[in-house]
């Protein structure tokens, strides 16, 4: 009796973060390793590069992994990356979804075994637009909606957008957004985005939502520098 109650009691601890393409390995597995999530969604990651290889570095500290690797362009160069999803606890089933033909981005859905239930995990990174509207972005948001089960279900990711855009508008009507204070997560480094000259930490542009039957605490803005957004991270409880 007093085994389940502690079961039905435990807080698992949910990890999201944009490593970047350019960002400091060394600064993320030392993170990573040092932050020890039990589910972690990452987006920007790459498979073919050995020089972040944080699927490798994940995997040996015990980590499942589901990936949905897409092409696309950035700048002026072309890049093949996309979200992870990472868990300490076993990988049933996953699933890559499209998002949208155009400025293609990508969801990847990873059904996660927590003891006697079974979490559905997305990790996703929505269109980068400088934070203005956007016809693709509002119908990957869209579309990201329609995949999503209404029950038992973590999304988080780089949305790209702001807390008052109709992409986080359109995921709001169904799923709760874990941060009520709306902090800022982006940019730690300008040369994230020439185009946008972000001026410091002042964008949210990173969420964590849940659907509404599960419980969720501590809400937190990690601190590192080994990518230009920082991490965000919330408890919740079975």
Request: charged share 25%; proline share 5%; hydrophobic share 35%.
């Amino acid at each position: 009796m007093v085994l389940t109650d502690t079961l039905n009691k435990m807080k698992i601890k949910i990890l999201s973060w944009n490593i970047w393409i350019d960002g400091d390995f060394y600064k993320i597995s030392s993170f990573l390793k040092k932050v020890n999530a039990d589910i972690i969604g990452l987006q920007e990651v790459k498979d073919d590069d050995p020089q972040r290889n944080v699927i490798g570095f994940l995997k040996k500290l015990g980590y499942e992994y589901a990936f949905a690797s897409v092409t696309h362009k950035w700048e002026t160069k072309t890049y093949n990356d996309g979200p992870a999803v990472f868990s300490k606890y076993p990988i049933k089933n996953k699933q890559k979804y499209i998002l949208s033909k155009e400025a293609s981005r990508a969801a990847i859905r990873a059904d996660i075994q927590v003891n006697d239930k079974l979490l559905y995990v997305f990790s996703t990174h929505l269109l980068h637009t400088h934070q203005e509207p956007s016809n693709i972005q509002d119908e990957q948001a869209k579309n990201l909606s329609k995949i999503l089960p209404q029950e038992k279900t973590i999304l988080m990711g780089d949305f790209n957008a702001l807390p008052d855009s109709n992409a986080i508008k359109i995921v709001s009507k169904t799923f709760i957004n874990t941060d009520p204070r709306l902090l800022p997560t982006w940019s730690i480094y300008p040369e994230g985005c020439p185009t946008c000259n972000p001026k410091g930490v002042i964008y949210k542009l990173d969420y964590i939502f849940t659907s509404k039957d599960l419980k969720t605490s501590d809400y937190k803005v990690e601190q590192t520098k080994g990518s230009d957004h920082l991490p965000i991270s919330v408890l919740f409880k079975l």
